[in-house]
């Protein structure tokens, strides 16, 4: 089991940045991709962005690249996502996930992960 708990989210003006960062505990953290999903209202959740476990392959929906980049620390069992150039269309609940990935195009898909966190609000007003 992993248990994972985001925080940093909250509500910011278009333009601004924000940083969520999700802290794992339980089983060896380094052993799982890590991933970042969203969920507005009435949409489904929706990948943002994903690291390998070791850090040294990043993923990103297109419509984040460029503004978003995440980050991951091993010894510290956190995966981070600094979010730039806000937009109030990134306005959602964040997800973090955990999962054991060997192939890339699995980083995309939710059915992947097999932990997630409860989320942390990011609302981007115009």
């Known amino acids: 089991q992993v248990q994972l708990s985001e925080s940093g989210g909250g509500l910011v003006q278009a333009g601004d940045s924000l940083r969520l960062s999700c802290a794992a505990s339980?089983?060896?953290?380094?052993?799982?991709?890590m991933g970042w999903f969203r969920q507005a209202p009435g949409k489904e959740r929706e990948f943002v962005s994903a690291?390998?476990?070791?850090?040294?392959?990043?993923y990103y929906s297109d419509s984040v690249k460029g503004r978003f980049t995440i980050s991951r620390d091993n010894a510290k069992n956190t995966v981070n996502l600094q979010m730039n150039s806000l937009k109030p269309e990134d306005t959602a609940v964040y997800f973090c996930?955990?999962?054991?990935?060997?192939?890339?195009?699995?980083?995309?898909?939710?059915?992947?992960?097999?932990?997630w966190g409860q989320g942390t609000q990011v609302t981007v007003s115009s």
């Open positions: 996930a955990a999962g054991v990935i060997y192939y890339s195009g699995h980083y995309y898909s939710p059915n992947s992960y097999n932990f």
């Open positions: 690291i390998r476990w070791s850090g040294d392959n990043t």
């Open positions: 339980g089983r060896p953290f380094s052993a799982y991709a």
